[in-house]
């Protein structure tokens, strides 16, 4: 009883508020200094770029948040990203394929990246760290060899449909940000509404309990990696579109930012577990910080530290209110 | 000035919430005597061992060493006593080698470091004068055998020549008969260089052949303490062990059996588990009994797909049915409630309804999505039904005891249409009450046509509840006692020494 007051009594006290309400009091401070600091920060416009700019990001993070909830991690989105965009552009190129046909392929090509981690990870009983990592390593190299060295394989004349899954817009709303909304909803329904996400954070939570009550935990990190992967690709179809290119290793800069962002999103939750909703609102916040150091002139090169620092914070702060848990 | 009596605990109480693990027990070991400590699972054999290496805190009682006090009663304190613990694991590093085993944590290092080649020479010394066990000081842990690993074990603690009690807990558990040989032979030879030791296990005939007294526990108390050990002090040992009044605790077995429901032929896991044949009946509850390390766990993991089967074939109504995994036995309208609740049986971290739809997500969904309102309702009932408490099936499974999780973990099961209900150790951390709830569930089971697979280390619990018991040992099935034949002196002698019921008869 005397245990359960004084924890009581220090949520209610000014450290406890600050603790339970910090990550709120952080987004806040940043966001009315953003708004006092520059001039342009608090405009609609201003605002709707933040958004725009966070789709790609938010793809990934989705992709993230689906294998960090089954208690694994995935270093190979950024891969799957470029191989998404290498198989769309070069399918259109060099091979004439219709643009819708060449998203598909798109998907076709992030999933080799899923199968190679689903294989290492189910198949060898590899750890989901170590294998995404080598084929982080491997996809990488491909990529290098495949462009010799990495030059950009640019195609001007991509079909205007294709290029308007990226710059084109739907009464206004651009479409990348539409495409991102369709997929947030998507793992939405099924990470947080649906049996299979269920069994994805029973997974995640407790392997062995998991499997013990008859569900198929190898199927579902199998098909798990695979589709994370293809999500990714949806990403490298948007870059390209907008780019007309195939950059390699252009995928590699989201990789921090998308786990920062899951795990900022897991930070956030009342029993700290990694969810869609956290994970939108992690990929927004570091995408105003990000643009509000871009609008105050800051150089850009601070970003990634800030980031990092952002993160630390967060999941200090994580860990401060399962104390006073 | 130097007594007789090297330790005394007496009076000790301990109190978890909700259970009385010792109740003014108490545990003497007179100087250079090895002393037995037997009881049955939750007898407080732990418990105690536990107060005495300051890892729990007693509420009342005394504990002199060696004539002392130590106060408060810390690891530390007590390793400073000249106490020693070896624990039934080993933890040894694999790769480490044997002299860096032996003084891990204790290295001998001078001016220019680690003095490597002594601590070869000391360690190897150590083991042959001491333990009487040839081991080269640069073998690497990986290739000893188990009982070489065991001595390094024991080398670890007394290498420093200060240690004058050592406490083994179950040292050959994990040991063939070759094996333990050579772990009775080392220590005999520390009670000639006039060591004292507590040895706790449940094997009765080490404890008569090696201990020169035994302590009983039963419920937290003492029961029995026999100064003298000999040849055939197990019965008054079993006798002591036992005896309590089991007929409350247990339903009426009243249900009818009908003939060969499930069979398994020639399962084995290809490693620890020999070959085995079993039969289950139509509305029988089945015991697996056996010590730890009797191949128990292997057996049932084995069986529910956990552990990969070598051959064998495992049938259900006649039919041939594939178990590679546990959701194929799940699938086969075969469950289990594993021994390790904490970690096998919940999700700790989800709501109680989460576990206990968590096999059967797909009746409370509409379309793959789940009907949260139907989840609760379902879990609510069957929380209901089984007296789960808090009634609250929202909260997170990690807050609830022992007996109301276990009984979680039945829920998600009874829920199914499942056939063969295997239970693993059902009612180990439960309290008394769960206890008689779940033993009323199973006969209720068992009584509606299902069959029920019950292992369990109480013997007691397996006499009370089971049609009839197959008994294990080192690895094999030895034995089926059928019904006429079940009693605590023909179980506790065929787990004990692994003798079929014809050769003792």
Not at chain 1, 258 to 275: D, E, K, M, S, T
Not at chain 2, 41 to 61: C, E, H
Not at chain 2, 128 to 147: F, H, M, S, T, Y
Request: one cysteine or more.
């Amino acid at each position: 009883m005397s245990d359960s007051e004084s924890v009581k009594a220090r949520m209610i006290g000014p450290h406890g508020l600050l603790v339970r309400y910090g990550f709120v009091i952080l987004i806040a401070a940043f966001f009315v200094f953003f708004s006092l600091y520059t001039s342009s920060f608090l405009n609609s416009e201003n605002l709707m770029n933040i958004v725009e700019g966070s789709a790609i990001l938010l793809i990934l993070a989705l992709a993230m948040t689906l294998i960090v909830t089954m208690g694994g991690i995935d270093l190979s989105v950024g891969i799957a990203l470029d191989f998404g965009a290498a198989f769309a552009i070069v399918a259109m190129k060099d091979y004439g394929v219709a643009w819708y046909f060449a998203v598909l392929i798109a998907l076709v090509g992030g999933s080799l990246i899923g199968l190679l981690n689903a294989f290492l990870v189910v198949k060898l009983s590899v750890s989901p760290f170590m294998a995404t990592l080598g084929t982080f390593f491997i996809g990488s190299s491909v990529q290098r060899i495949f462009t010799n060295g990495g030059g950009p394989i640019s195609f001007r004349r991509v079909d205007q449909s294709y290029r308007d899954l990226a710059v084109g817009d739907v009464y206004g709303i651009p479409s990348e940000v539409i495409i991102a909304a369709v997929v947030l909803l998507l793992y939405f329904i099924v990470l947080e509404r649906s049996i299979i996400g269920k069994r994805m954070h029973a997974i995640g939570l407790q392997q062995s309990a998991a499997a013990i009550a008859g569900i198929k935990v190898k199927h579902y990190l199998f098909f798990g990696f695979i589709v994370a992967s293809a999500t990714c690709a949806i990403g490298g179809v948007i870059g390209s579109a907008n780019l007309r290119m195939f950059t390699p290793l252009a995928g590699y800069s989201y990789l921090l930012d998308a786990i920062a962002a899951v795990f900022i999103g897991a930070a956030i939750h009342p029993l700290g577990r990694p969810n869609v909703p956290g994970t939108l609102i992690g990929v927004l916040f570091l995408g105003m910080v990000a643009n509000g150091l871009n609008l105050m002139g800051l150089d850009f090169n601070t970003k990634d530290a800030l980031s990092g620092i952002i993160l630390v914070l967060t999941l200090a702060l994580a860990v401060m209110q399962k104390r006073l848990r | 000035m130097e007594s007789d009596v090297l330790l005394e605990m007496q009076g000790i109480t301990k109190t978890f919430p909700g259970v009385k693990a010792l109740d003014s027990a108490s545990l003497r070991v007179s100087r250079g005597e090895i002393h037995g400590l037997v009881g049955e699972n939750g007898a407080g054999k732990s418990t105690i061992i536990k107060v005495l290496a300051g890892v729990y805190q007693r509420d009342s009682g005394s504990v002199r060493i060696n004539g002392k006090q130590p106060e408060p009663l810390t690891p530390a304190s007590v390793h400073d006593a000249g106490v020693r613990f070896i624990h039934q694991e080993l933890h040894l590093v694999p790769h480490f080698t044997v002299a860096e085993s032996v003084f891990m944590g204790q290295e001998l290092a001078g001016a220019f470091g680690l003095k490597r080649r002594l601590m070869r020479e000391r360690a190897e010394t150590f083991l042959k004068e001491a333990l009487q066990a040839n081991i080269p000081g640069n073998a690497l842990i990986r290739d000893l055998g188990v009982a070489e690993r065991k001595l390094v074990q024991i080398a670890r603690a007394l290498v420093d020549g200060k240690a004058s009690l050592v406490v083994f807990d179950e040292p050959t558990a994990p040991l063939d008969s070759g094996e333990s040989e050579q772990v009775f032979t080392a220590i005999r030879q520390l009670k000639s260089r006039g060591i004292s030791m507590i040895y706790v296990s449940h094997y009765l005939a080490e404890i008569t052949a090696l201990c020169d007294s035994v302590t009983v526990f039963r419920n937290g108390s003492t029961v029995s303490v026999l100064e003298q050990v000999e040849a055939n002090s197990t019965d008054t040992i079993i006798q002591a062990m036992v005896g309590r009044d089991i007929d409350a605790l247990y339903p009426e077995k009243s249900h009818a059996v009908g003939g060969a429901f499930f069979s398994v032929g020639g399962l084995t896991d290809g490693q620890r588990l020999q070959p085995l044949d079993l039969t289950i009946n139509r509305g029988e509850i089945m015991g697996v009994a056996g010590l730890i390390g009797s191949g128990r766990e292997e057996f049932i993991d084995t069986l529910y797909g956990v552990r990969a089967a070598h051959a064998g074939s495992i049938s259900l109504a006649g039919n041939v049915v594939n178990i590679r995994s546990p959701s194929e036995a799940v699938a086969a309208g075969i469950v289990l409630v594993p021994r390790d609740r904490r970690h096998d049986g919940l999700v700790l971290d989800m709501a109680v309804s989460d576990n206990i739809n968590l096999a059967t997500l797909e009746a409370v969904s509409v379309a793959g999505l789940e009907h949260r309102r139907k989840a609760t309702e379902r879990a609510d009932d069957i929380a209901a039904t089984l007296d789960i408490r808090p009634r609250n099936v929202n909260a997170v499974a990690r807050y609830f005891s022992g007996g109301n999780q276990q009984k979680v973990v039945l829920a998600r099961w009874l829920i199914t249409q499942s056939r063969l209900f295997i239970l693993d150790e059902p009612t180990v951390g439960v309290d008394i009450g769960a206890k008689v709830e779940i033993y009323q569930l199973v006969e209720n089971l068992v009584a509606e046509g299902a069959s029920v697979l019950v292992s369990s280390s109480d013997p007691g619990e397996l006499l009370g509840l089971c049609d009839r018991i197959a008994v294990m040992y080192r690895g094999a099935l030895v034995d089926v006692l059928e019904h006429d034949e079940l009693s605590m002196d023909n179980l506790i002698s065929m787990t004990t020494a692994g003798i079929p019921r014809a050769a003792e008869a």
